[in-house]
């Protein structure tokens, strides 16, 4: 008799315990997904907790562009800006500009 263990083959492994972010980026890239990325996004839980969300503006380009991310913001009460390289997506809906303080 043999004393190795054997594998179940419905043992599924465990989830990792920090998931590397290209692995995230892939599940938001998923085509076989049922909603569209520009959704997903919004489970994080920053977007619960008053929080903010980044995304590079090639990202937003490769899922629909500018336009279709502001109507999802919109939908929301959202607030959308843009830098350089990303858009900043503030997850409040009573954000007023005088929220914002500049330290550097």
Not at 3 to 30: F, G, H, S
Not at 54 to 82: P, T, Y
Request: with cysteine; proline share 10%.
């Amino acid at each position: 008799m043999s004393t190795q263990k054997t594998k179940l083959p419905w043992a599924a492994p465990p989830p990792p315990k920090n998931p590397n972010p290209i692995q995230a980026e892939r599940y938001l890239d998923d085509p076989h997904a049922k909603t569209h990325p520009f959704e997903r996004i919004f489970n994080a839980k920053a977007a619960y907790n008053d929080g903010t969300l980044r995304r590079k503006i090639s990202w937003v380009e490769k899922f629909g562009g500018e336009n279709l991310l502001a109507e999802h913001v919109e939908k929301r009460g959202f607030h959308l800006a843009k830098y350089p390289n990303d858009y900043i997506i503030v997850c409040m809906e009573d954000f007023d500009e005088e929220d914002i303080e500049f330290i550097v």
